[in-house]
């Protein structure tokens, strides 16, 4: 198993904190231009980790419109308000998968202003866009993009809504603190994922449930690592619908993983915790509020919540790549055929 280190850990959100400020700076130009819109594009994890950022712009903002796509259904819906007022802003790892340069493609023929938040610059994504943020060559893509895209609608946000947009400083000098901040939540967490790997590793399906904007990081937990990395079948679920049709499949001994954040969502994840401890053996609770981040400021959780416990709950496919004897690096088709 891999042996985490901090200093290693750090270092690979070196480059992405060093463009907090380059970011931010690009926001604030972006909103004195008059662009109004902003939409988020990628796929899987990139797409989940914005889309968990645009749930505060949605939040907060009045006179600022967002959206988020999948690439392919960005082209084939080819939305009409894409104009001369709008910020497209492309997240990937690497830069070359084919949807999402195909995407980019599509957008390069249009008035908008475009955005790649990725790795290197010599990749297709970024050859195919107006302007990159790079956060070079790391293990930690998920986390350095919301570093990255953070500062850039931050930026943007408290130019075009000083009022609305309250979390600004703070916020940016809680990013600086991030990379130490997910590295203790992962340590916090060792011993738990411990026992959870004991309790349910066996287990061939499962819900991981999460409300409001942790929905992301249950989505992510579910698709992105039990599904690629273990072939174990989990439904993310929203904690808002999970009362109208999925509890059904609820027994005492069906695992179900509940994701609590300090959002104003966070009701909607209580009344499932309260449903699972009555009702099944196997329901387990990952709670934001139980981690200490030294240097995060307290209005600032609330919006890290979503990394904080993808942080904390990733490190479980390590322990079940063991446990299993399936390793996580294993695919049956991704990368490896045509699709």
Same mark, same amino acid.
């Given at each position: 198993m891999e042996v985490l280190d901090k200093d290693q850990f750090i270092s690979y959100l070196k480059n992405a904190v060093d463009l907090i400020d380059e970011a931010e700076i690009l926001g604030k130009e972006l909103a004195k231009k008059n662009f109004d819109k902003l939409v988020f594009v990628g796929c899987g994890a990139p797409y989940r980790i914005m889309k968990s950022i645009t749930y505060w712009i949605e939040k907060k903002c009045t006179q600022t419109r967002v959206f988020s796509y999948y690439p392919a259904e960005l082209i084939n819906q080819n939305p009409k308000f894409i104009d001369e007022h709008t910020v497209i802003i492309f997240g990937s790892y690497s830069g070359t998968t084919q949807e999402i340069v195909e995407a980019a493609k599509f957008c390069s023929k249009k008035t908008c202003y475009t955005i790649g938040i990725t790795r290197l610059a010599d990749s297709p994504l970024s050859l195919n866009v107006q302007r990159t943020l790079l956060f070079g060559d790391t293990k930690l893509g998920d986390y350095s993009r919301f570093i990255v895209t953070s500062a850039l609608v931050s930026g943007f946000c408290i130019v075009r809504e000083p009022e609305n947009w309250d979390i600004h400083d703070?916020?940016?000098?809680?990013?600086?603190?991030? !990379?130490?901040?997910? /590295?203790?939540?992962?340590?916090?967490?060792?011993?738990?994922?411990?026992? #959870?790997?004991?309790?349910?590793?066996?287990?061939?399906?499962? /819900?991981?449930?999460?409300?409001? !904007?942790?929905?992301?990081?249950?989505?992510?937990?579910?698709?992105?690592? /039990?599904?690629?990395?273990?072939?174990?079948?989990?439904? !993310?679920?929203?904690?808002?619908?999970?009362?109208?049709? !999925?509890?059904?499949?609820?027994?005492?001994?069906?695992?179900?993983?509940?994701?609590?954040?300090?959002?104003?969502?966070?009701?909607?994840?209580?009344?499932?915790?309260?449903?699972?401890?009555?009702?099944?053996?196997? /329901?387990?609770?990952?709670?934001?509020?139980?981690?200490?981040?030294?240097?995060?400021?307290?209005?600032?959780?609330?919006?890290?919540?979503?990394? #904080?416990?993808?942080?904390?709950?990733?490190?479980?496919?390590?322990?079940?790549?063991?446990?299993?004897?399936?390793?996580?690096?294993?695919?049956?088709?991704?990368?490896?055929?045509?699709?």
């Open positions: 703070k916020l940016l000098s809680s990013l600086r603190n991030l !990379p130490e901040a997910l /590295f203790s939540a992962i340590k916090q967490s060792e011993q738990k994922i411990i026992e #959870v790997t004991e309790q349910i590793a066996s287990k061939k399906s499962m /819900f991981v449930i999460g409300a409001g !904007p942790m929905y992301h990081s249950a989505y992510i937990l579910a698709f992105n690592s /039990f599904i690629e990395m273990q072939w174990i079948h989990v439904t !993310p679920i929203s904690a808002a619908e999970f009362f109208h049709g !999925p509890f059904e499949l609820v027994d005492a001994s069906f695992p179900v993983i509940n994701l609590i954040d300090e959002t104003d969502h966070r009701e909607e994840a209580e009344r499932v915790r309260r449903f699972g401890a009555k009702y099944c053996n196997d /329901f387990i609770n990952f709670d934001s509020k139980d981690y200490e981040l030294i240097d995060i400021d307290d209005d600032i959780r609330s919006y890290f919540s979503v990394l #904080v416990l993808d942080a904390a709950t990733r490190r479980l496919m390590d322990y079940f790549s063991e446990a299993t004897g399936h390793d996580k690096s294993i695919r049956r088709y991704m990368g490896k055929v045509e699709y």
